[in-house]
């Protein structure tokens, strides 16, 4: 559990002036000021998955930054890879492409099940779905469904940050956007610790797809557009669907001629032990949106990657035109970042460690139902995990708010050199796709101690 981080510590005056101006002029994402004003953790350097703050202190990072950092920190040949482009030409006249961005939708073509795809590049995760949509939308008109403009994704998902998006996911992020975007309609999502329906898993999961299809046997054939989903939803605490989930999913999309989106913003580029997270279950979407991974988070970039079949409706004249446009979406620079990146996937096999190590992970972290608050151990599917806390596992009670678990268990790893800012209720874990057995057993035996303090300090 060593590391070569050479440490790069601030002085302490340092570090209070930048407290002192972020405290005072900035916004943290979806953070209350009150939590972090003063005490907000300032990195300077990373290495692996590794990470080290301003006053020296060294971390593991279980969440890879936010989903992202599948590549780990430090890998200087994407600097170098970003450097050489934007000094020889760091962006385009438009109507134009540079050598990387052409590259990027070749690798990304190879690397998808359908290998005729078709990327449109932009520059985020919220970007990308809301141009699956939009093309989506666009792909039933040329297809001869003219009023379809109904989007239908399940509740509690996540899908972004953008209206539209927002819309989409039934989550508290729609606070305070007021009315969403019209025919946005939520089904119940899948979670395999609080089903929905009593059954049989499989089951059970069948019927929460054929949800879809009662939504688009009520609303009308001929309004659809689109359905979406994440593959795992990681909003909704990592639920890992029966390969049967997605499979009817792509049944219904099929035989109603509705356009089936997979929302990889996290799970595409390998976190799932599968390059695409369907993969794993014999499923091609239509379209794909992806972010993070494609780059490891060294440049902001996201795609809505289209199949043959749908990118093809897109090619004639100027009625079959895309009329979608984001300036930097796919900049040069964040594509040669994705280029670098995925080469470093390749050559260390980053996607084959995720599964080997997911596995692992998985195994390892059974071990935790040794303490009485541990309801439910989630994961099994590359890289991708989560334990869910209870007050009582007979009846899956979960911890009053007084308890103070997402204010308590952070910091209880923290104080284990661990970062894992989601962890409340749901712990998830989510490392590097590069990391090794010996830093996932520094994960486990950290969340181990960290249950002690808290089941002690709750007096369980
Ligand atoms: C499934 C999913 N879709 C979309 C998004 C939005 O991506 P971004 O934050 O890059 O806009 C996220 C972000 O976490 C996500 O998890």
């Avoid at 009593?198 to 009662?214: L, M, S, T």
């Avoid at 219904?252 to 369907?278: H, K, S, W």
């Avoid at 910091?411 to 989510?430: P, Q, T, Y």
Wanted: net charge negative; glycine share 10%.
């Amino acid at each position: 559990m060593t590391s070569t981080i050479n440490p790069e510590t601030l002085s302490g005056e340092r570090i209070e002036e930048l407290q002192q101006i972020a405290g005072d002029h900035m916004f943290m994402h979806a953070a209350q000021t009150n939590d972090w004003r003063g005490k907000l953790k300032v990195y300077t350097k990373g290495e692996g998955v590794w990470v080290e703050t301003a006053d020296g202190h060294r971390y593991l990072d279980a969440m890879a930054g936010l989903w992202y950092k599948s590549a780990g920190y430090g890998r200087t040949e994407i600097a170098d890879a970003v450097y050489a482009q934007m000094t020889a030409i760091d962006s385009s006249p438009s109507g134009g492409a540079t050598v990387p961005q052409v590259e990027l939708a070749g690798k990304v073509a190879e690397l998808y099940p359908d290998h005729g795809a078709r990327s449109f590049f932009v520059s985020g995760g919220s970007e990308a779905v809301e141009t699956a949509v939009k093309m989506a939308k666009k792909y039933s008109i040329l297809n001869g469904k003219a009023g379809a403009f109904k989007v239908i994704s399940r509740r509690y998902s996540y899908h972004g940050g953008t209206a539209m998006a927002v819309s989409l996911g039934g989550s508290p992020a729609a606070d305070p956007m007021g009315p969403l975007m019209p025919g946005a309609i939520h089904v119940n999502n899948w979670n395999s610790y609080r089903m929905p329906y009593e059954g049989d898993p499989v089951d059970v999961a069948i019927k929460c797809a054929n949800e879809f299809e009662e939504v688009i046997k009520h609303q009308g054939v001929e309004t659809v557009a689109a359905m979406i989903a994440e593959p795992i939803s990681a909003a909704f605490g990592i639920q890992v669907p029966p390969a049967e989930y997605w499979q009817r999913l792509r049944e219904i999309a099929d035989q109603y001629n509705v356009v089936l989106i997979a929302d990889e913003v996290i799970t595409g580029f390998g976190r799932t032990g599968e390059y695409f997270a369907p993969m794993n279950w014999g499923v091609q979407p239509d379209i794909t949106s992806v972010a993070k991974a494609i780059t490891s988070g060294y440049a902001p970039l996201g795609a809505a990657i289209a199949t043959k079949k749908i990118a093809d409706a897109f090619v004639g004249g100027p009625n079959e035109t895309f009329k979608h446009l984001i300036t930097f979406g796919g900049h040069p620079i964040a594509a040669a970042a994705a280029l670098a990146n995925l080469k470093i996937f390749e050559r260390e096999d980053l996607v084959g460690n995720s599964k080997r190590m997911g596995t692992y992970l998985y195994e390892q972290l059974q071990s935790l139902f040794s303490h009485k608050s541990v309801g439910d151990v989630r994961g099994g599917l590359g890289l991708l995990a989560a334990v869910e806390l209870v007050a009582d596992r007979e009846t899956k009670t979960p911890f009053p708010a007084s308890a103070g678990l997402a204010s308590k268990l952070p910091k209880a790893l923290f104080d284990r050199n661990l970062v894992s800012f989601r962890a409340g209720d749901v712990i998830a874990i989510c490392p590097p796709l590069s990391i090794n057995k010996d830093e996932v057993d520094f994960i486990v035996s950290a969340i181990d101690g960290a249950l002690d303090e808290l089941e002690s300090d709750l007096g369980i």
